[in-house]
């Protein structure tokens, strides 16, 4: 079965520490593993993905097949990053994405 | 370019009754899918179209369809709505051209009274 897990529902840092926004999943072959964001009153929209491996926002995420994980870091948290953040993994070049419950991300001045 | 847009952003419906979401999709997006947004559940897929035709299915009982048409555009529709059915509805579109990236739309927030 397709899981995704973010252990943490709530995580709260201050500005200038680093973060981790960790994310665990399941799933038996290769799947594509993504991290979305959601700001206050925005839409849903894409951050990162693994394929990429890019960083955005100076956000970046590293996928770990052997522990089944894709966490989210940032060594610098900035306030403008306080925000919903959810992991989600789907099937190589499928549109279904499967979620993880979701982060609330919130950085304190 | 426009992004996804849905319309109505916002309905309050009795149970019992039925109702239609729209969504159109970014401009040259021929996959169009649907999730549905609840505190308790967290987001969950409902169905994908691509080309006017189902491509994926979520575990949703029959009362949830949906369509598209041949512009992309797409309606889903949910029948008999129980109190449970109160969410923030979720259409996403994406295009291989574009990388596959998935794009969403702020949503339309269901309330079943």
């Known amino acids: 079965a397709q899981r995704v897990t973010q252990p943490e529902k709530l995580l709260s840092v201050f500005k200038g520490a680093p973060v981790e926004l960790k994310c665990n999943y399941s799933?038996?072959?290769?799947?594509?593993l993504f991290w979305y964001v959601q700001y206050s009153r925005q839409r849903l929209q894409l951050l990162l993905r693994?394929?990429s491996r890019e960083s955005i926002k100076g956000f970046t995420a590293d996928l770990n097949k052997g522990e089944t994980s894709f966490h989210l870091k940032k060594p610098f948290a900035q306030e403008e990053d306080s925000a919903m953040y959810y992991c989600?993994?789907?099937?190589?070049?499928?549109?279904?994405?499967?979620f993880g419950q979701g982060t609330r991300l919130t950085i304190n001045p | 370019k426009a992004g996804v847009t849905q319309t109505p952003r916002y309905l309050i419906k009795t149970r019992g009754q039925q109702v239609t979401l729209s969504c159109s999709p970014i401009?040259?997006?021929?996959?169009v899918s649907w999730y549905q947004q609840t505190p308790g559940q967290g987001l969950q897929f409902l169905f994908e179209?691509?080309?006017?035709?189902?491509?994926n299915k979520g575990n949703f009982p029959g009362r949830f369809s949906g369509r598209q048409f041949s512009n992309s555009r797409s309606e889903m529709n949910v029948s008999t709505l129980e109190l449970g059915d109160s969410a923030l509805y979720l259409c996403?579109?994406?295009?291989?051209?574009?990388?596959?990236?998935?794009?969403f739309g702020e949503g339309s927030w269901l309330t079943v009274v």
């Open positions: 179209y691509f080309s006017e035709t189902q491509r």
């Open positions: 989600a993994l789907s099937s190589q070049g499928a549109q279904k994405l499967v």
């Open positions: 401009s040259g997006h021929r996959s």
């Open positions: 799933y038996s072959g290769s799947p594509e």
């Open positions: 996403a579109s994406s295009s291989r051209t574009a990388g596959n990236t998935i794009y």
């Open positions: 693994h394929i």
